[in-house]
Every structure is written in structure tokens, then in C-alpha cells.
């Protein structure tokens, strides 16, 4: 015969389960979905309170919701929350798209000024011969002429990694050749098998590179602009020049009878 309290020991432990899976479950649930980050207006704004700003700029003071949203309506405009971190919440009454579009105005220019590092890479061997170096060395002066950075990997395999000092010994060769066009950045280092270096263009390289291109477009559309007119200033030389064949103009009647 079972005694009472251990008949039901299993069923208070399958109770006792299934509320810690459930309790575990809300837990892990998140509730109300995704926090949003799109700015708050008018019903949106869900505080008792806020500290008020004009349209004008001028400091309302700290109003009721209500009342924030009365002078909003009166005015034909907005109730945007501006800093909600605030306590209370920053509110002002503005045109909401004008506001929205002048935002993306200034994060438009902002992105247009922020200046793009490109990096290019060059890869050499440690017994490279002078043609094949001649050829990465020009690769690498357009590079830094175009205003991006360089990348330079010396590739060492076999033995070749028992004598890093013939990579060290390129590096610092081609860093000297194409000295006129930029500096050495980063100074040869081992990495792995490998040893890489970088180079920068010199201060203001990409502004060079950007002038000498608009420069040499403006002198090919000159050209093609003055091709263009020559035939039609030579036209009217063409025009009074007298025809092949044509027949010489007859003397007068009277010189003749002179004669």
C-alpha cells in the first residue's frame, strides 16, 4: 500500500512543470512588440506634461498636453516631440514634413561631404624582376595620383619566408620610388607569411586628380568644338574660288574694235 503523500508526489511535480514552462515562456516572450523610433506628434504624444516651444523659437513653458495640442491646432501646424529624453518631454509646434524634409536635406550633405577611404592592393614577390616591378610601381602611382590609399603585400612561400628581409628591402625601395606621390603610412610589418605595407597620397591628391580630369574634358570639348567649326569658315573662300573649267570672262566689244 502507497502512502497518501507520495501518491500524490506526481502530480504536484507535473504541476509544478508545467507552470515553470509557462512561467519561462512569458519570460522569454517580448510583449508589445518592437520599440518604435519614428518621432512623436500630436495624439501620439502620450505624457500628462511637456515644456512647450513656439513656433517662433519662443519658450512657452511647461503645459498640459491638451493645451500644447489646442495652440498647435490653432496655429495649423504640428506638435513634435523633439527630445523625448527630456522630463518633461521638449515639444514644438512646427510644419512635421517640413521639418522631415529639411532633416534629410542636412543628412544628405552631411553624407556627401564625409570623405570615402578606397583602398587598393598590390601584390609582389620577393624576387621580383624589373619589368614586373616597373609595372606594380605605375599601378600604384595611379593609384595614389587618384587620391586612394595603397596597399602593398610581398607574398613569401617556401624558403622565401626564411629571408623576410628581401620583402623589408622592396618595400622600402618602392616607398622611396613613388615618394613624389605620396608617404608611407603604415611601415612594412610581418603578418603570417605575408608583409604589408601601406601607402598614402600626399594632402589634397584626389582635389589634384578631380581638377586635371575636369580640365582635360573641358580641352577635348574646345577641340572638338573648334573641329567642328572650320568648315564652316572655309565654306565661303570654296564658294567665290572659281569653278574647274569654268570658261575665262569674254573681253568687251570695244577693246576689240580697237584692236
Given at each position: 500500500m502507497v502512502p497518501r503523500g507520495l501518491a500524490f508526489a506526481p502530480v504536484c511535480g507535473a504541476f509544478l512543470a508545467w507552470d515553470l514552462r509557462a512561467l519561462v515562456a512569458n519570460v522569454s516572450t517580448p510583449r508589445g512588440g518592437p520599440i518604435s523610433t519614428e518621432t512623436r506628434i500630436n495624439d501620439r504624444i502620450r505624457v500628462p506634461e511637456v515644456r512647450l516651444v513656439g513656433a517662433g523659437g519662443e519658450q512657452v513653458g511647461i503645459v498640459r498636453v491638451e493645451e500644447a495640442l489646442r495652440l498647435a491646432v490653432e496655429?495649423?501646424?504640428?506638435?513634435?516631440?523633439?527630445?523625448?529624453?527630456?522630463?518633461?518631454?521638449?515639444c514644438?509646434?512646427?510644419?512635421?514634413?517640413?521639418f522631415r524634409y529639411e532633416t534629410a536635406q542636412k543628412a544628405r550633405e552631411s553624407r556627401k561631404h564625409q570623405q570615402n577611404t578606397v583602398i587598393k592592393e598590390q601584390k609582389l614577390r620577393p624576387k621580383i624582376d624589373d619589368h614586373d616591378y616597373e609595372t606594380k610601381k605605375g599601378h600604384v602611382v595611379r593609384f595614389l595620383d587618384a587620391g586612394a590609399k595603397v596597399k602593398v603585400t610581398i607574398m613569401f612561400r617556401g624558403r622565401e619566408q626564411s629571408r623576410p628581409e628581401l620583402g623589408h628591402r622592396l618595400?622600402?625601395?618602392?616607398?622611396?620610388?613613388?615618394?613624389?606621390?605620396?608617404?608611407?603610412?603604415?611601415v612594412p610589418r610581418l603578418d603570417g607569411r605575408n608583409m604589408t605595407m601601406i601607402l598614402a597620397p600626399h594632402r589634397g591628391a584626389k582635389t589634384r586628380a578631380k581638377a586635371a580630369q575636369q580640365a582635360a574634358e573641358a580641352s577635348s570639348a574646345a577641340t572638338s568644338s573648334a573641329a567642328r567649326t572650320e568648315p564652316a569658315h572655309a565654306e565661303p573662300d570654296q564658294a567665290n574660288a572659281p569653278q574647274k573649267g569654268a570658261e575665262a570672262p569674254s573681253a568687251p566689244e570695244g577693246n576689240t574694235a580697237a584692236e
Open positions: 496655429a495649423d501646424l504640428d506638435l513634435v516631440e523633439v527630445a523625448p529624453e527630456a522630463r518633461p518631454p521638449v514644438k509646434i512646427m510644419d512635421y514634413g517640413k618595400l622600402q625601395r618602392l616607398g622611396a620610388d613613388v615618394s613624389e606621390h605620396g608617404f608611407v603610412e603604415t
